[in-house]
Structures are given as structure tokens and as C-alpha cells.
């Protein structure tokens, strides 16, 4: 397309999303469309606001807030921050500092525990058994040191203080979840509508500051905001509203994981007094025929995939265009985005959950969608998992030259819903003949296909970790679930992961139609009898949650349970309920199965019966004790 000279798009990133990496969405879209000849730009305000609210001038605000509130009613959180104060000031732009990689010999003095103030937070500390009496601190973290106990602690600082904010200034704030009881699965906008028509918190108004400041320095004429979880829906909502505010002309469009996956029926027209346009799945055609259309060269009847508020009602335009192929997206840019500023946070010990929130990894994407696209739990109607679509692997690595280039760093998250073996080993082989060396980690399928050769092979080409589904470790409900493996599979696939020296984390699900107590305990068997023999070395069990774009959502029938009926629905529709007739407590098995995955990360309870963990009594599992063994051969 032709550009026209004034149309400036500026692509930004809302609160919450990460704080270690930006969120990819405007990098993909910001070189794809600069690759078109469109004026391109990206910030990350969600970076920025937390940077902007952890300042002294901040915290002197939230001292004030604390002290116009009764002593008496202070929670714990206020009164140790007030008690504190001087302490905080002191340290703040220090912690920061840190935790951003600009001044790592500070971190002798946090891991003292003599630098730091500490609040309730820092109770979390206790949780840390150490079996032989020594420092907890020192059992949980290994021998990894010096600077990541420091980080953990500056963490945990952190937290305190998003505490206080949330205690004094603003009730819905959160580092991730921010405000996301207002959008997620919210069949109205009206309890979103309400808090947007509210007084204005000490966030909202740093949040509107930053937004004007942005606009001022890029001069957009169109603002895209992408938000991918519900957790940065009221945000976003807050941004367009300040530009709206500040100047009705600038395009404000909404996209993104949470629009594609819960405002598939939008009806509510007041969405549309804050945005102009909300666009469904990729992005890349829905924009150039949108910025055609805003070029004056395209019809509105010609929009793709897009709604629109005419005559005060909601419509869906959606003329149908090919959407543009995986191997002519482009190259994801991070020009613009403040990479230095990123903070290195330690928040849980799960050692792939450490993998999300410490580093700043370059996020890129194998192949579009799933090849698999058959797992009864997943939206695998919706175009992110059922339009599968790959590159050349000479085209992938291409593109991981060009970002390592730009960004002058070699850690790559691959971000795929499960990156295919058979691309997978023509990129190692690709980076083996460019002699590239990079660091990589990414979500499978424990298939087959992943050989201990093969498994070998990755590892050699930078892969230091993968994460598969296991979901519930049970042959019958595997088989119902449709996820083409067996529990004999898993063990094997993950042994050689393992023995090449790549960390395995496993995706598990409790609560999934028809489970019973017997199916829970045998599967959590099997969970001990893998870490046992050394197959997996992370885990994290997920409650099960249905969806109306998955198979159990739209065939319920054929598993055994009965969809409860849904409100009348204008906003948000993602999650349902549903009737289980086994009847069984999940919530309360669920504290038992990550209890005693927490102590099996950490080695402890594996020669045990995992019917100790349990609360209540449960039946013996029905496993052999060496079936795990048994099927590596042993």
C-alpha cells in the first residue's frame, strides 16, 4: 500500500503484561507494518507506569494517601510502610536499578537482609523449610547464589509496595491481574463502565500523564492498543479514553488476545465511545485494510474482520481477504521500546515459571497456530490455533540474525502453542550451518517425534528448556481429551529432554470433565514417579476451566457433563460452568496436588505415598510403583 505522509501509527502496550520482556504484539505489528511503508512506532506504557510509581516523589504520594487514612483502619501493609518510609525512600531508585541489570554489586547488600525494609511480604520467607536447620533461603535457591537470592528479596520488596498502592491508592492494582475482574468472561460493560466513569486513582492519573506524554512525542494519527489478557483491558480502556479527551480526531483500535478469544459477540456500543475500531485475530490484514480505509482508498464495507458503531449499534464487517502468510509477516522490531528498562524479577521458585519473569527474552513465533489443533480443552476453533501456517527455517533464522542485530541479546522465547518437531529440527539444523549461537526455550507436544537424538540436536542448537502438556497423567481422560499421547510416551519423551540436559516443565490439569478422586491420585502416582526418574523437573497443575470455543464447551455431551446457561451476553463470553455428575472437590484436591509438586520440585517426598498429601482420606493409587520405570526400560 501507499502511504499516506500524516498517518502515524503508534502501537502501545497497556498495563499489565510482563515486566522482564515486552509483550511482543507491538513488535510483530510494528515491523510488519513498517515493512508496508507505514510510519510505525511502539511504546510500552505498562513498563513505564510501574517505573513511574516506584519513584520517591510516588512514594511520598502513597505516604500521604496512607496518613489521611485512621491509623486504626491502616492494614499491615500501610502501617509497616509508614513505619518504614524513610527506609523506602532511600532505597526505591536503588531496588530498580538492580532489578533493571545496572548495578549488580548492590546485590551483597540486599541478600544481607540488613539493606531492605521489610513488610509482610517478606513472611513468605517462613514457607521455606530447610530440612537440615540451615538458612531456608539458602535450601530454596541452591547454589544459585548471591544475586539471585538478592532478587528475590527485591521482589518481594516490590510486591510490599505494590501492596501499599493497592491498600492506599487503587483497590484493583496488581504487577499482572490489574483490574481483570472487570473484563474477564464479564458478560456486560457495565462494571467496567463504572470504573471508567469513576474518579480518577493516583494510578489512573500517572497512567494519563505517560499516555499524553506518548502522544506528544509520536504524534500519532492512529493508536492501536493490543490487549492479550484481561489484565490490561481496563487500562487500555483508560489510555483511548485520555486520548479521546485530549483529541477526538487521533483512531483509537482495539485487538488482541482478549478481544479475539471473549469479544467474538460484541454487542455494547459504548465500547465504541472509547475505541473506533476493534479488530479480530492477526492483525496484519485487518490494519492495511483499515489504514486503506482511513487513506481514503478503501470503503468501510471493505474492512476485514473488524466492528464498527453505526447509528448507535455495534457491526461486524468482515470482507473476506486471505490473511497474509507466516513467511511474509516480517521481522518483529523492538525499536522504540525501552529495553534497558526492563526489570529482572525472581517472584516464584518454579524453575520455568523463573523463566517468564527473569531476563529479557526476544519473543518469536516458529510457526502460526497448532499442527495439532485436536485437544478437546483448547479454543482450537479460534484462528490462533486452528490456522496453522510455518516458515522456512531458513526464513526463522533470518529473522533471528536480524533481531539479534537490532537488540544485541540471543535469548529467544518461542512462543508458538506447540512449536512443530519438524520445524523445530530444520531451525536447529539451519543455526548448526550458520554457526549461530543462540539460547532458546518453547512449548511442545511430548510426541514421539522428539527422539533423544533429536532431543540431543536441540539442546546443541540452545535449547535450555521446553514445557509440554501432561494435563491430567491419565490414559482414559488423555484419550478423552484427545492430546494423541499416552503416559508411557511422556515418560520417554521427557527422559531424553532430560538426559540432553534441557529442563522440563509439565502442563497439568485437575478438574477436567468425568476426573474422579481414584483418576486424581493416580495421576498425581504418576507425577512422582516422573520426577523421580529424573524425566521432569518443573510442573505447575492448572484447574481445569471450560470454554465456549473448545470441543467440551460446544459438544458437552460427549463428555459427560451439562453446560450451565450463560446471562444475556453484550461484552465478554470465554468461560462457562458446568455440571460434573461425579461431584467431586477439586478446589480442595487442587491444594494437595501442587503442595506435593512444590516439595517434588525441591526433592522431598518421592519415595512417599502421595495419599499423605491429601487432606481427607483417598483411595490408594492404583498405579504400579514402577510403572514410570518400566516403560524407560529399566
Same mark, same amino acid.
Given at each position: 500500500?501507499?502511504? $499516506?505522509?500524516?498517518?502515524?501509527?503508534?502501537?502501545?502496550?497497556?498495563?499489565?503484561?510482563?515486566?522482564?520482556?515486552?509483550? +511482543?504484539?507491538?513488535a510483530?505489528?510494528?515491523?510488519?507494518?513498517?515493512?508496508?511503508?507505514?510510519?510505525?512506532? =511502539?511504546?510500552?506504557?505498562?513498563?513505564?507506569?510501574?517505573?513511574?510509581?516506584?519513584?520517591p516523589?510516588?512514594?511520598?504520594?502513597?505516604?500521604?494517601?496512607?496518613?489521611?487514612?485512621?491509623?486504626?483502619?491502616? !492494614?499491615?501493609?500501610?502501617?509497616?510502610?509508614?513505619?518504614?518510609?524513610?527506609?523506602?525512600?532511600?532505597?526505591?531508585?536503588?531496588?530498580?536499578?538492580?532489578?533493571?541489570?545496572?548495578?549488580?554489586?548492590?546485590?551483597?547488600?540486599?541478600?544481607?537482609?540488613?539493606?531492605?525494609?521489610?513488610? /509482610?511480604?517478606?513472611?513468605?520467607?517462613?514457607?521455606?523449610?530447610?530440612?537440615?536447620?540451615?538458612?531456608?533461603?539458602?535450601?530454596?535457591?541452591?547454589?544459585?547464589?548471591?544475586?539471585?537470592?538478592?532478587?528475590?528479596?527485591?521482589?518481594?520488596?516490590?510486591?510490599?509496595?505494590?501492596?501499599?498502592?493497592?491498600?492506599?491508592?487503587?483497590?484493583?492494582?496488581?504487577?499482572v491481574?490489574?483490574?481483570?475482574?472487570?473484563?474477564?468472561?464479564?458478560?456486560?460493560?457495565?462494571?467496567?463502565?463504572?470504573?471508567?466513569?469513576?474518579?480518577?486513582?493516583?494510578?489512573?492519573?500517572?497512567?494519563a500523564?505517560? &499516555?499524553?506524554d506518548a502522544?506528544?512525542?509520536?504524534? /500519532?494519527?492512529?493508536?492501536?492498543?493490543?490487549?492479550?489478557?484481561?489484565?490490561?483491558?481496563?487500562?487500555?480502556?483508560?489510555?483511548?479514553?485520555?486520548?479521546?479527551?485530549?483529541d477526538?480526531?487521533?483512531?483509537?483500535?482495539?485487538?488482541?488476545?482478549?478481544?479475539?478469544?471473549e469479544?467474538?459477540?460484541?454487542?455494547?456500543?459504548?465500547?465504541?465511545?472509547?475505541?473506533?475500531?476493534?479488530?479480530?485475530?492477526?492483525?496484519?490484514?485487518?490494519?492495511?485494510?483499515?489504514?486503506?480505509?482511513?487513506?481514503? #482508498?478503501?470503503?468501510?464495507s471493505r474492512?476485514?474482520? &473488524?466492528?464498527?458503531?453505526?447509528?448507535?449499534?455495534?457491526?461486524?464487517?468482515?470482507?473476506a481477504? !486471505?490473511?497474509?502468510?507466516?513467511?511474509?509477516?516480517?521481522?518483529?522490531?523492538w525499536?522504540?521500546?525501552?529495553?534497558?528498562?526492563?526489570l529482572?524479577?525472581?517472584?516464584?521458585?518454579?524453575?520455568?515459571?523463573?523463566?517468564?519473569?527473569?531476563?529479557?527474552?526476544?519473543?518469536?513465533?516458529?510457526?502460526?497456530?497448532?499442527?495439532w489443533?485436536?485437544?478437546?480443552?483448547?479454543?482450537?476453533?479460534?484462528?490462533?490455533?486452528?490456522?496453522y501456517?510455518?516458515?522456512?527455517?531458513?526464513?526463522?533464522?533470518?529473522?533471528?540474525?536480524a533481531?539479534?542485530?537490532?537488540?544485541? =541479546?540471543?535469548?529467544?522465547?518461542?512462543?508458538?502453542?506447540?512449536? +512443530?518437531? #519438524?520445524?523445530?529440527?530444520?531451525?536447529?539444523?539451519?543455526?548448526?550451518?550458520?554457526?549461530?549461537?543462540?539460547?532458546?526455550?518453547?512449548?511442545i507436544?511430548?510426541?514421539?517425534?522428539?527422539? /533423544?537424538?533429536?532431543?540431543?540436536?536441540?539442546?546443541?542448537?540452545?535449547c535450555?528448556?521446553?514445557?509440554?502438556?501432561?494435563?491430567?497423567?491419565?490414559d482414559?481422560?488423555?484419550?478423552?481429551? #484427545?492430546?494423541?499421547? $499416552?503416559?508411557?510416551?511422556?515418560?520417554?519423551?521427557? #527422559?531424553?529432554?532430560?538426559?540432553?540436559?534441557?529442563?522440563?516443565?509439565?502442563?497439568?490439569?485437575?478438574?477436567? !470433565?468425568? =476426573?474422579?478422586?481414584?483418576?486424581?491420585?493416580?495421576?498425581l502416582?504418576?507425577?512422582?514417579?516422573?520426577?523421580?526418574?529424573?524425566?521432569?523437573?518443573?510442573?505447575?497443575?492448572?484447574r481445569?476451566?471450560c470454554?465456549?470455543?473448545? +470441543?467440551?464447551?460446544?459438544?458437552?455431551d460427549?463428555?459427560?457433563?451439562?453446560?450451565?446457561?450463560? !446471562?444475556?451476553?453484550?461484552?465478554?463470553?470465554?468461560?462457562?460452568?458446568?455440571?460434573?455428575?461425579?461431584?467431586?472437590?477439586?478446589?480442595?484436591?487442587?491444594?494437595?496436588?501442587?503442595?506435593?509438586?512444590?516439595n517434588y520440585?525441591?526433592?522431598?517426598?518421592?519415595?512417599?505415598?502421595?495419599?499423605?498429601?491429601?487432606?481427607?482420606?483417598?483411595?490408594k493409587?492404583?498405579? /504400579?510403583r514402577?510403572?514410570i520405570?518400566?516403560a524407560?526400560?529399566?
Amino acid at each position: 500500500m501507499t502511504e $499516506s505522509p500524516g498517518l502515524r501509527v503508534l502501537s502501545l502496550i497497556p498495563p499489565m503484561t510482563q515486566l522482564n520482556t515486552p509483550y +511482543p504484539s507491538t513488535a510483530y505489528l510494528t515491523g510488519f507494518l513498517r515493512a508496508r511503508g507505514v510510519d510505525a512506532r =511502539q511504546d510500552d506504557l505498562a513498563l513505564k507506569l510501574v517505573l513511574e510509581l516506584f519513584t520517591p516523589d510516588s512514594l511520598a504520594a502513597l505516604r500521604a494517601l496512607t496518613r489521611a487514612m485512621p491509623a486504626k483502619k491502616r !492494614p499491615p501493609a500501610l502501617q509497616s510502610f509508614d513505619a518504614q518510609f524513610d527506609r523506602y525512600l532511600a532505597t526505591v531508585s536503588a531496588v530498580l536499578g538492580f532489578l533493571q541489570g545496572r548495578d549488580p554489586t548492590l546485590a551483597h547488600r540486599i541478600a544481607s537482609r540488613a539493606f531492605l525494609p521489610e513488610g /509482610p511480604r517478606f513472611a513468605s520467607l517462613d514457607a521455606y523449610y530447610d530440612p537440615d536447620g540451615g538458612d531456608p533461603l539458602a535450601w530454596a535457591f541452591g547454589a544459585l547464589g548471591v544475586q539471585d537470592k538478592a532478587r528475590h528479596l527485591a521482589t518481594l520488596y516490590l510486591n510490599d509496595l505494590a501492596d501499599v498502592l493497592r491498600e492506599a491508592a487503587d483497590p484493583r492494582f496488581e504487577f499482572v491481574r490489574y483490574a481483570e475482574s472487570l473484563a474477564m468472561a464479564q458478560p456486560t460493560f457495565a462494571p467496567l463502565a463504572a470504573a471508567l466513569a469513576a474518579p480518577p486513582t493516583l494510578v489512573d492519573e500517572t497512567l494519563a500523564r505517560l &499516555t499524553l506524554d506518548a502522544v506528544a512525542r509520536h504524534a /500519532p494519527r492512529v493508536v492501536l492498543l493490543s490487549v492479550p489478557f484481561p489484565g490490561s483491558v481496563y487500562a487500555a480502556f483508560r489510555i483511548a479514553q485520555t486520548i479521546k479527551a485530549h483529541d477526538p480526531s487521533i483512531v483509537t483500535v482495539l485487538g488482541g488476545g482478549f478481544v479475539n478469544t471473549e469479544l467474538r459477540e460484541l454487542t455494547e456500543p459504548r465500547v465504541f465511545d472509547y475505541f473506533d475500531y476493534v479488530t479480530l485475530d492477526d492483525g496484519e490484514r485487518p490494519l492495511l485494510a483499515l489504514l486503506e480505509h482511513l487513506d481514503g #482508498k478503501r470503503g468501510k464495507s471493505r474492512l476485514v474482520r &473488524t466492528y464498527v458503531r453505526e447509528d448507535g449499534a455495534v457491526r461486524y464487517i468482515n470482507l473476506a481477504e !486471505p490473511d497474509i502468510p507466516f513467511a511474509e509477516v516480517g521481522t518483529p522490531t523492538w525499536d522504540g521500546l525501552p529495553l534497558d528498562g526492563y526489570l529482572s524479577i525472581l517472584d516464584m521458585l518454579n524453575p520455568m515459571h523463573r523463566l517468564w519473569s527473569d531476563g529479557r527474552w526476544n519473543k518469536l513465533t516458529v510457526a502460526h497456530g497448532c499442527y495439532w489443533k485436536k485437544c478437546s480443552f483448547c479454543d482450537v476453533s479460534l484462528d490462533y490455533i486452528g490456522r496453522y501456517d510455518a516458515a522456512s527455517a531458513e526464513v526463522l533464522v533470518d529473522r533471528i540474525e536480524a533481531v539479534v542485530a537490532e537488540t544485541g =541479546q540471543t535469548g529467544f522465547h518461542f512462543v508458538d502453542e506447540a512449536a +512443530p518437531p #519438524k520445524m523445530l529440527k530444520a531451525l536447529a539444523d539451519e543455526l548448526a550451518r550458520r554457526k549461530r549461537s543462540i539460547s532458546w526455550w518453547g512449548n511442545i507436544r511430548f510426541e514421539k517425534s522428539f527422539t /533423544p537424538e533429536l532431543c540431543q540436536q536441540l539442546a546443541d542448537s540452545g535449547c535450555i528448556a521446553i514445557s509440554g502438556g501432561l494435563e491430567v497423567a491419565s490414559d482414559r481422560l488423555l484419550t478423552l481429551m #484427545k492430546k494423541g499421547v $499416552s503416559v508411557d510416551q511422556v515418560a520417554r519423551v521427557t #527422559k531424553g529432554f532430560s538426559d540432553a540436559g534441557i529442563l522440563v516443565h509439565a502442563y497439568l490439569m485437575y478438574g477436567f !470433565p468425568t =476426573q474422579t478422586v481414584q483418576d486424581t491420585v493416580d495421576a498425581l502416582e504418576y507425577v512422582r514417579q516422573l520426577f523421580d526418574a529424573g524425566c521432569i523437573q518443573s510442573g505447575f497443575f492448572h484447574r481445569f476451566v471450560c470454554t465456549v470455543h473448545s +470441543p467440551v464447551g460446544q459438544h458437552p455431551d460427549e463428555y459427560g457433563i451439562k453446560l450451565k446457561p450463560l !446471562p444475556p451476553i453484550s461484552f465478554a463470553k470465554n468461560d462457562v460452568g458446568f455440571i460434573d455428575p461425579t461431584g467431586v472437590d477439586h478446589d480442595a484436591l487442587g491444594v494437595a496436588l501442587n503442595k506435593a509438586l512444590y516439595n517434588y520440585m525441591h526433592g522431598i517426598g518421592l519415595d512417599e505415598d502421595v495419599r499423605r498429601w491429601f487432606d481427607t482420606k483417598v483411595p490408594k493409587p492404583r498405579v /504400579p510403583r514402577n510403572f514410570i520405570a518400566r516403560a524407560l526400560g529399566y
